[in-house]
C-alpha cells in the first residue's frame, strides 16, 4: 500500500505491507533510526514518536494509522544545530547512560512539559510512566525534566520581552 504523511516537516511517499508497523516505516523505510525498538510488546517507550502532537508508541500503530499525519521522531526535534530544551537539559542534568531509551524518553518528556509546564515530581513520574529506562534510576531524567521546563520558560519569557508581550 502508499502512504502519505508529512515526517519532521517534510511530506514523504511511502510504500510498504499492510501490516507494517510505524516505527518499522520509520527506521527501515525513512532511515530514521533514532527512533528505537526496545521491547517491541508496548512496554518499554523506546519507540515513542509524536503523531499529529501526540506522543505515541510507534510499535503499537500501523503504519496506516499514519496516513495523512504530521509525525514528528528525535531527529526533527531540535532547530538546526539548537538542540530542543528537553534535549539540552537531558545533556546537561546526564539523564542517560546507555541512551538507548532516551529518544523515547525526550519525546514523551516534550509533551509532559506540554501538559505541565511546571510539572511536580508526581506529574513527572505520570507523564514517563511507559517509558522504561534500565540504567539510569531515574533520578537524573527527572532532573533534565525540571530543567527543561526551567529553559522553556526562560525562553518564553526571553521572546515576550523581545516582541513587547506580543506572543
Ligand atoms: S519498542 Fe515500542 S514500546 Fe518498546
Ligand atoms: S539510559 Fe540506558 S536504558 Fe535508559
Excluded at 21 to 30: A, G, T
Excluded at 60 to 70: F, I, R, Y
Excluded at 131 to 142: D, E
Amino acid at each position: 500500500m502508499q502512504i502519505d504523511l508529512t515526517v519532521n516537516g517534510e511530506a514523504r511517499r511511502v510504500q510498504c505491507a499492510d501490516n507494517t508497523l510505524l516505527v518499522d516505516l520509520i527506521r527501515d523505510d525513512l532511515g530514521l533510526t533514532g527512533t528505537h525498538v526496545g521491547c517491541d510488546t508496548s512496554q518499554c517507550g523506546c519507540c515513542t514518536v509524536h503523531v499529529d502532537g501526540e506522543a505515541v508508541k510507534s510499535c503499537t500503530m500501523l503504519a496506516a494509522q499514519a496516513q495523512g499525519t504530521q509525525v514528528l521522531t528525535i531527529e526533527g526535534l531540535a532547530e538546526g544545530d539548537v538542540l530542543h530544551p528537553v534535549q539540552q537539559a537531558f545533556s546537561a542534568c546526564h539523564g542517560l547512560q546507555c541512551g538507548y531509551c532516551t529518544p523515547g524518553m525526550i519525546m514523551a518528556s516534550v509533551q509532559l512539559l506540554r501538559r505541565h509546564p511546571q510539572p511536580t515530581d508526581a506529574q513527572i513520574e505520570e507523564g514517563l510512566a511507559g517509558n522504561i529506562c534500565r540504567c539510569t534510576g531515574y533520578v537524573n531524567i527527572i532532573a533534565a525534566v525540571k530543567t527543561a521546563a526551567g529553559l522553556i520558560a526562560a525562553a518564553r519569557s526571553d521572546a515576550t520581552a523581545t516582541h513587547g508581550g506580543a506572543r
